[in-house]
């Protein structure tokens, strides 16, 4: 399970485009890496997932480099609605699970 | 999409008193369920995995005795919080893997809220 590290927390504005990087050094060949949304007293939600290059959906993209050794997760154009905490997740652990890190608190501001 | 449902959304209890929380999936069948546990500003706890038709694992550090799971079909799993004290309000939310997608995408519930008085 590759360890990873994003920021604690990040303030924008609304409109504005925002990317959270998640590093993860070892990250495994056969590893993918998946974002979730969590909004306060609610389960997290999957936003987007990839293993290489870029994957655009309809909520975000998500940019990782040849090494695979980071990734980054872009919310273009931002509302107030945004405001969430986002976890990067990357493979699993080797009994199979998912291990939630601490996350990215996301504030945006009006 | 895939949907996970919780029931009920909170509840409050008095101290020693057991609760069940009901975790289905409304439109697909989940061999493996999961129930983590959260407190607030913190991440998500894995708690234990919910295996259909075979008893749970549970995490180190998790009383399989206090925190009773069961799976009995496809679509429903239950987590039991028996004798609850006020350090085991939290919330909790169960997830379950979608058959055919990545080992790493998982479906949540909404969580429940338990407030042991």
């Known amino acids: 399970l590759a360890k990873t590290t994003q920021p604690i927390s990040m303030d924008s504005y609304e409109g504005q485009e925002v990317n959270i990087t998640c590093s993860h050094n070892?990250?495994?060949?056969?590893?993918?890496i998946t974002w979730y949304q969590q909004f306060p007293s609610q389960g997290p939600r999957f936003i987007i997932q990839?293993?290489?290059t870029k994957v655009t959906n309809e909520v975000a993209s998500l940019f990782i480099p040849a090494d695979r050794k980071s990734s980054t997760l872009s919310l273009p154009r931002v509302s107030l609605s945004d405001t969430a905490v986002y976890y990067c997740?990357?493979?699993?652990?080797?009994?199979?699970?998912?291990?939630f890190g601490k996350g990215t608190r996301l504030h945006i501001l009006p | 999409g895939a949907v996970v449902s919780q029931h009920p959304s909170w509840v409050i209890c008095k101290s020693g008193t057991s609760v069940k929380i009901e975790c289905r999936s409304l439109d697909f069948q989940a061999t493996t369920m999961f129930w983590y546990r959260q407190f607030p500003k913190q991440s998500l706890m894995l708690m234990a995995t919910?295996?259909?038709?075979?008893?749970?694992?549970?995490e180190q550090g998790v009383e399989k005795d206090k925190f009773l799971i069961n799976h009995a079909s496809l679509t429903l799993s239950t987590l039991t919080v028996t004798s609850a004290h006020p350090e085991d309000s939290s919330f909790y939310i169960c997830s379950a893997r979608i058959p055919g997608r990545g080992r790493e995408t998982q479906y949540f519930g909404p969580g429940t809220r338990l407030l042991v008085l």
């Open positions: 990839g293993y290489k």
């Open positions: 919910s295996n259909e038709g075979s008893k749970a694992t549970y």
């Open positions: 070892n990250i495994a060949t056969n590893d993918y």
């Open positions: 997740l990357v493979g699993m652990n080797r009994d199979d699970k998912i291990i």
